[in-house]
């Protein structure tokens, strides 16, 4: 595969009293698309400067094909970076903006003309060379800012939140797009960002950090299945978190109402069950109340109280029209696919307990 390799090792970077990057070890293989996913303040915005070149770490190692790229200027190791705020030179059109780098490295002219009509095609813009930024879009001119730090032919691409200001739909083709682009491409690639959907859609791996630590990589899939702790859980989407504990193997919250079964060992846990676990049928006799629907296209979103506590779960809009669910309903609530947490937010086993439907009929509760 094209691309290049780079291994962090052991980076620490602090500014002031503050601890931003703590002990960071990381590879990227060769033309892999690598997403940093995180709160903000994690540290991932400061570990790809470090990559860039464009701040130093306290200690540690880079190395891009094994060869130390800390001893290397910025100029000098072959990096694109794209910013959230696009960057462009407002006085020059789309062409030349594309065409800076080439011009600065002193590129000859058939060449810049070559390289840049080439990125034009690619990010399907060819009809606007001649337009400045102001007279663009906001996606039109996020990739502008991308073919600008594509026209060097970088060995490594990273991209600092590149579609945070945009709207939701820009993103959405955006992202597409850019998955598009890097599988042409084959560029190894880093991209920061905050949004878990983003990040899952794009990346072949993900990195999650927190307070300056890698909290856990994997695949998309590794990671929201099997999440290294609490933290991750909860960060990859939303969760209804009950104490309660488990007894002979019969899992029951704190609350008074029972959730499943479970291989675990008896004791106290933290019980985590993803809203789009819990499913609600409507029951006139029921113990939990529904006190809100919020739909949002295709899925729902419903709040239940009952035992004192309150949860959340998802449905798809159609099902809640179709079982007559509306605030103020008596309902059931059933649970499945649960984790279990132990005191050191670790995972400690799952629970995913059978639900028996009316007829006696028994089902898993897995809704997405």
Known sequence: MNGTTIEIRHLHRAFGPHQVLRDVSLGVRPGELLALLGPSGSGK????????????PDSGEIAFDRDDALGRAPKERGVGFVFQHYAL?????????????LRVRRTPKPLVHERVTELLRLIQLETLAARYPAQLSGGQRQRVALARALAIQPR????????????????????????QLHEE?????????????????????VVVMNAGRICQEGTPIEIYR??????????????????GRVQAGKVTADAGFALGNTAAAD??????????????????EGAWTITRIAASGARARLTLNG????????????????????????ADAMFGNGVLFG?????????????????????LVDQG
Do not use: C
């Open 226 to 243: 099997a999440p290294a702790d609490i933290f991750v859980h909860e960060f990859l989407g939303e969760s209804n978190r009950l104490p």
């Open 45 to 56: 915005t400061t570990l790809l400067r470090l990559i860039a070149g464009l701040d130093t």
């Open 185 to 205: 491409m084959a560029i190894t690639t880093i991209f920061v960002t905050h949004d878990q959907e983003e990040a899952f859609e794009l990346a072949d791996r």
């Open 307 to 330: 035992y004192a506590t309150s949860i959340e779960a998802e449905l798809p809009s159609d099902r809640v029209i179709e079982r007559g669910l509306t605030p103020a309903s008596k």
């Open 267 to 284: 004791g106290s846990y933290q019980l985590v069950v993803r809203p789009n676990h819990v499913d609600v049928q409507l029951n006139p």
């Open 156 to 179: 490594v691409l990273l991209l600092d939140e590149p579609f945070g200001a945009l709207d939701a739909v820009v993103r959405r083709d955006l992202r597409r797009w850019l998955r």
């Open 89 to 101: 030179f407002r006085h020059m059109t789309v062409f030349e903006n594309i065409a800076f780098a």
């Open 343 to 363: 005191a050191d937010g670790t995972p400690k086993g799952q629970f995913s307990p059978p639900i028996r439907e009316p007829g006696g009929k028994l089902r």
